[in-house]
């Protein structure tokens, strides 16, 4: 049976969700209503999977040198 995906991806974002914004930061600022974006996934049979990473850099720590 074939399939059908619709996945939309936004990097480098931050989420306001007084203001119902995503606003991506890439080469140039993106600035999307989190409304608008849902409706896309909207529907009484559709049904979703929803993924939210948060990524960040580690900082600095010193290795135990007693651990082999």
Do not use: H, P
């Amino acid at each position: 049976m074939a399939k059908q995906n619709i996945t939309q991806t936004f990097k480098k974002a931050k989420i306001d969700l007084e203001a119902g914004t995503l606003t991506e930061y890439d080469d140039e600022i993106k600035v999307y209503q989190l409304e608008e974006i849902l409706d896309a996934f909207e529907g009484e049979n559709r049904m979703i999977d929803i993924t939210i990473k948060e990524a960040s850099e580690l900082e600095n720590y010193k290795l135990d040198s007693s651990i082999d």
